[in-house]
């Protein structure tokens, strides 16, 4: 089968099409056929070994996984002996972070993190959901514990994890306000913000607003900007970042959570079969739909990740096999 292949960390130049040998599942598994996949964050820091705990988890010299892609959306082909709940033809998705894989023509997949496809969606909306959704998830109702009515702030709110964060928030009763890029505003009106800042002209830690919860996709500023834009018993919930900011977040959360009202924390996702099918109603209801930026094929994943890294995409890059 073709694959997109790498072997040390590096720039997108690193990444090859190569012919690989088809897998074969192990008893939980299923043989899933991809017709799409996605690229997150989290693909473009293994990729480049960067922040370094990557490579603690992954392969401090050279990658453990030779092929990334945690995204999925496809059919099952085969299933193992134990596999239960899937057939051959079935559509799934699913966040394939375990074993990665998925920019290939075939992965196998623990049956454990695979969802039926959503009725309704293709494959490349699909595909767009698992990882970023449910960071978006877990990030509002979970950390961030959003009610009907709040007013919520979504710094970065024009990738992956910010649009379904728009969306849910609103779907959730709350008042929505979007930080990102000028380019990005008319989309994030689109899908529902109540309320868009172009973050290159006005300073929100500044203006004089207080949020009753702050979703920060980014995790580039201190969290000491974030904590002035805060309600007295808002909530700062930081997605990722630097490890000198994940660090700055986490002793400034303990010190408010002792002297105030404040919360402030880091989100550890936590990969949630419960969550994708929570997100499953929602995208089936209409609530909320993938954003797509740009499609590539298979073998054009290196020009993928160059586009992914400058940061200028409207929600998802989607990889297509079909």
Same mark, same amino acid.
């Given at each position: 089968?073709?694959?997109?292949?790498?072997?040390?960390?590096?720039?997108?130049?690193?990444?090859?099409?190569?012919?690989?040998?088809?897998?074969?599942?192990?008893?939980?598994?299923?043989?899933?056929?991809?017709?799409?996949?996605?690229?997150?964050?989290?693909?473009?820091?293994?990729?480049? %070994?960067?922040?370094?705990?990557?490579?603690?988890?992954?392969?401090?010299?050279?990658?453990?996984?030779?092929?990334?892609?945690?995204?999925?959306?496809?059919?099952?082909?085969?299933?193992?002996?134990?596999?239960?709940?899937?057939?051959?033809?079935?559509?799934?998705?699913?966040?394939?972070?375990?074993?990665?894989? %998925?920019?290939?023509?075939?992965?196998?997949?623990?049956?454990?993190?695979?969802?039926?496809?959503?009725?309704?969606?293709?494959?490349?909306?699909?595909?767009?959901?698992?990882?970023?959704?449910?960071?978006?998830?877990?990030?509002?109702?979970?950390?961030?514990?959003?009610?009907?009515?709040?007013?919520?702030?979504?710094?970065?709110?024009?990738?992956?994890?910010?649009?379904?964060?728009?969306?849910?928030?609103?779907?959730?009763?709350?008042?929505?306000?979007?930080?990102?890029?000028?380019?990005?505003?008319?989309?994030?009106?689109?899908?529902?913000?109540?309320?868009?800042?172009?973050?290159?002209?006005?300073?929100?830690?500044?203006?004089?607003?207080?949020?009753?919860?702050?979703?920060?996709?980014?995790?580039?500023?201190?969290?000491?900007?974030?904590?002035?834009?805060?309600?007295?018993?808002?909530?700062?919930?930081?997605?990722?970042?630097?490890?000198?900011?994940?660090?700055?977040?986490?002793?400034?959360?303990?010190?408010?959570?002792?002297?105030?009202?404040?919360?402030?924390?880091?989100?550890?996702?936590?990969?949630?079969?419960?969550?994708?099918?929570?997100?499953?109603?929602?995208?089936?209801?209409?609530?909320?739909?993938?954003?797509?930026?740009?499609?590539?094929?298979?073998?054009?994943?290196?020009?993928?990740?160059?586009?992914?890294?400058? %940061?200028?995409?409207?929600?998802?890059?989607?990889?297509?096999?079909?």
């Amino acid at each position: 089968m073709k694959a997109i292949v790498f072997t040390r960390y590096g720039s997108p130049d690193v990444l090859a099409l190569k012919e690989v040998e088809k897998p074969i599942p192990k008893d939980d598994e299923a043989l899933v056929r991809i017709c799409a996949a996605s690229i997150n964050s989290w693909d473009w820091e293994l990729l480049r %070994g960067k922040p370094f705990v990557n490579r603690v988890i992954f392969g401090l010299l050279k990658p453990k996984f030779r092929i990334l892609g945690a995204d999925i959306a496809g059919r099952i082909e085969a299933v193992g002996k134990n596999v239960t709940q899937f057939q051959p033809g079935d559509e799934v998705f699913g966040d394939q972070w375990v074993k990665w894989g %998925g920019f290939a023509e075939y992965v196998c997949a623990r049956e454990s993190v695979l969802v039926p496809k959503p009725a309704g969606l293709t494959f490349e909306q699909a595909a767009a959901v698992p990882q970023a959704g449910v960071l978006a998830v877990q990030g509002l109702r979970d950390k961030g514990q959003i009610q009907p009515g709040q007013t919520v702030l979504i710094n970065g709110a024009g990738g992956g994890v910010g649009t379904f964060a728009v969306q849910i928030a609103k779907s959730a009763g709350a008042e929505v306000t979007g930080v990102d890029s000028a380019g990005k505003l008319d989309m994030l009106r689109s899908i529902g913000a109540d309320h868009v800042i172009d973050y290159t002209q006005e300073d929100f830690t500044r203006n004089g607003r207080r949020y009753d919860l702050i979703l920060d996709v980014i995790g580039l500023r201190s969290a000491f900007d974030f904590k002035r834009a805060l309600a007295p018993e808002g909530r700062y919930v930081m997605v990722g970042g630097s490890t000198s900011r994940i660090l700055q977040a986490l002793l400034l959360g303990l010190w408010s959570s002792m002297v105030g009202s404040q919360k402030m924390g880091l989100l550890a996702m936590k990969p949630s079969r419960k969550d994708l099918g929570y997100l499953k109603e929602l995208l089936e209801a209409g609530k909320v739909v993938p954003v797509i930026d740009r499609r590539y094929p298979l073998s054009e994943v290196p020009d993928a990740y160059r586009h992914f890294g400058a %940061g200028h995409h409207k929600g998802k890059v989607i990889i297509t096999l079909e």
